[in-house]
């Protein structure tokens, strides 16, 4: 995986995407590296895992448009399928991801940094879809995911325009949690996912599944899919020690994932 690097602290994953002279630009090989570094979680171990991209000027500054420039349009779509079975992974990885957004977060960028459960962002943060001004739709997740985080209407606006938006206004339209100085973005993600890691990791599993299949489906299907994860919960280990430790008035509380 030359072109991702990935360490553990504790139960935190730290996914980072480390092509910095390209900008850490997606090309097939990028994309590869970061389906195999996802497949390397110890899922057993790491309860919450962080993406973000080498340097300090940019998360992803998108797809890489050498790469793009010569496809036909069979070509074109299977670089589309990559790119999306790659970001969909992310969204439906067993537990939470952090998106920590240090810089341009374009196209691809952008896409990826929606395909995770949370966004925060540096101050010089960049997001946009430009790809209307090469020709192109966005091809990643872009034109659903956008929608879907922000409104029909903004996103129709942004991709439509090929409008970049600083993080403030990313703040603004909810596409981003929350903005930090760029020295203080990572260890905000951090704590963040310290703050997710110490729960029972059964229930905050349970949750991301709820949520996201919960989204696809109308309110009556959608809350059968809660009932059947928050019975899902009970008779875990977890769900005891977690309800004793209430009971007993413990502060300490010891998950272990089963």
Do not use: W
Not at 62 to 80: C, N, Q, V
Not at 115 to 137: H, K, W
Not at 155 to 170: F, M, P, W
Not at 242 to 258: D, H, P, T, V, Y
């Amino acid at each position: 995986m030359s072109n991702v690097l990935y360490e553990v602290k504790g139960n935190i994953g730290i996914l980072t995407i480390s092509r910095e002279k390209a900008l850490n630009a997606l090309n097939s090989e990028v994309l590869a590296d970061i389906d195999a570094a996802l497949d390397a979680v110890d899922l057993d171990v790491v309860r919450c895992l962080i993406i973000t991209g080498a340097g300090q000027k940019s998360f992803v500054a998108g797809a890489d448009i050498g790469e793009m420039s010569t496809l036909t349009k069979a070509e074109g779509e299977a670089f589309g399928k990559k790119g999306n079975d790659v970001f969909r992974k992310i969204e439906t990885f067993p537990i939470p991801v952090i998106a920590a957004v240090n810089g341009f977060a374009l196209g691809g960028g952008c896409e990826i940094s929606m395909s995770c459960d949370i966004r925060i962002c540096s101050d010089n943060a960049v997001f946009g879809q430009p790809e209307t001004g090469l020709g192109i739709t966005p091809g990643f997740g872009g034109t659903q995911r956008l929608a879907r985080l922000v409104s029909p209407g903004m996103a129709k606006q942004l991709i439509y325009t090929a409008r970049n938006i600083k993080a403030d206004e990313a703040y603004r339209i909810g596409l981003v949690n929350a903005v930090y100085p760029q020295e203080e973005l990572m260890p905000a993600a951090e704590k963040m996912a310290a703050a997710i890691a110490k729960n029972a990791p059964i229930a905050v599993r349970n949750c991301k599944k709820a949520i996201n299949d919960g989204l696809q489906v109308g309110m009556d299907e959608a809350v059968v899919i809660e009932e059947k994860l928050f019975g899902d919960c009970f008779e875990t280990h977890d769900q005891v020690e977690g309800m004793s430790a209430f009971l007993e008035k413990r502060k300490e509380k010891n998950f272990i994932n089963k």
